[in-house]
């Protein structure tokens, strides 16, 4: 099916968007909050590992501490984050810590899918789901983790799935969702797809672009999509534009009492970021505190705070974004020892970002290339 009613929604946002002043929105110099670089120097024999790729806050993201060093290879990982643990990937190499311990301990998963033979090995994505972990990516093919007493190995699910999906030229997976009740949604290149038996059959319930992120609350489905910001209230079935500023959709993220997004603003081309707190049906924008970006990353919440990774740093508000205060810097300038003001116009020149990851009570940080 097709999104409904859109023509109208673009001036339904601009009824509903009432933005923040700029004088509740300034970012606010903090004293001396300090980020540090954690030793390896305690392990035997230890040699030069990597520093300024990854970075750890479990104080509630204001101070950090690089753990770079525990990483198995020294280069920017993809990093996929839930309640029960840490995964990493480096091309088609997955590795796995718990996330319950001072500092991550990686150990080497085995193959997503060893028989696989085709252009792409697995260079997906990790989704956390009541029924399990799962992996997805390039080669259409949903996995999942089996018997945890033999090893958890990764074995493929939704085998009617692969089929559906091949019809479409754009065929690669960029999310799998399940829903409070069990529905299984599965986005990608080519729209978005709906299972309500466990994933023995499909309806492609949006057809034109592609879906990547989902998060659902009090029975509302927000969706990141290459128009921008969709939503749904029937459990996916329809979709109509939430924020819808010319560009893509970058984020969704569920935070107390709402959503929160980022989106890219043709207008202005920077990402902006909303808030809603009423299920979807209005947005606020909360980024008037920050300098423009096309690069901002992402956005998370951990206890009271909102944290946000953008090209100058990493950024805190504890007032749901009137105001921002820089916990650290930025990628190419990580190591300075204390909180800054924003320096104008250095926005758009760091080709580095740190995106940002939560897992219980622990905030981490990966340097990764900007964009999307």
Request: glycine letters at 10%; a negative charge.
């Amino acid at each position: 099916m097709h999104l409904h009613h859109l023509t109208f929604l673009p001036f339904l946002l601009i009824f509903f968007s009432g933005e923040p002043t700029p004088e509740n929105s300034r970012v606010t110099p903090a004293k001396d909050v300090k980020s540090s670089t954690a030793s390896h120097s305690d392990k035997p024999n230890a040699t030069p590992a990597a520093t300024n790729l990854m970075y750890q806050s479990m104080d509630g993201g204001k101070t950090w501490q690089d753990i770079s060093y525990t990483l198995p290879e020294n280069e920017e990982p993809a990093l996929f984050a839930g309640e029960s643990g840490l995964y990493l990937r480096y091309n088609d190499k997955l590795y796995y810590s718990k996330s319950n311990l001072k500092t991550p301990v990686w150990e080497k998963e085995n193959d997503v899918d060893p028989q696989y033979t085709g252009d792409h090995p697995f260079d997906g994505s990790v989704a956390f789901n009541p029924s399990g972990v799962t992996a997805f990516g390039w080669n259409v093919q949903v996995y999942q983790k089996m018997n945890p007493a033999e090893g958890e190995v990764w074995s493929p699910v939704y085998p009617g799935f692969r089929e559906v999906m091949s019809e479409s030229r754009r065929n690669w997976i960029g999310t799998v969702f399940e829903t409070s009740d069990g529905t299984i949604l599965v986005g990608g290149g080519g729209g978005l797809y709906k299972s309500a038996d466990k994933g023995k059959g499909w309806k492609h319930v949006m057809e034109h672009g592609w879906v990547s992120n989902l998060v659902e609350s009090e029975g509302v489905l927000i969706a990141t999509s290459s128009g921008g910001i969709i939503r749904s209230t029937d459990n996916g079935e329809h979709w109509y534009w939430a924020i819808r500023e010319g560009g893509v959709g970058i984020a969704v993220e569920r935070i107390d009492g709402g959503f929160a997004t980022i989106s890219y603003n043709t207008k202005t081309k920077s990402r902006s970021i909303h808030v809603s707190f009423d299920t979807g049906k209005t947005w606020n924008r909360i980024d008037a505190g920050l300098l423009p970006s096309p690069n901002i990353s992402s956005i998370k919440q951990i206890g009271n705070y909102l944290i946000v990774g953008h090209p100058d740093g990493i950024f805190r508000s504890s007032d749901m974004g009137r105001t921002w205060v820089k916990v650290h810097g930025s990628v190419d300038n990580s190591m300075t020892a204390s909180i800054m003001p924003l320096t104008i116009g250095s926005s758009n020149q760091n080709p580095r970002v740190f995106a940002i990851y939560v897992s219980g009570n622990v905030v981490y940080a990966v340097a990764r290339r900007a964009g999307c």
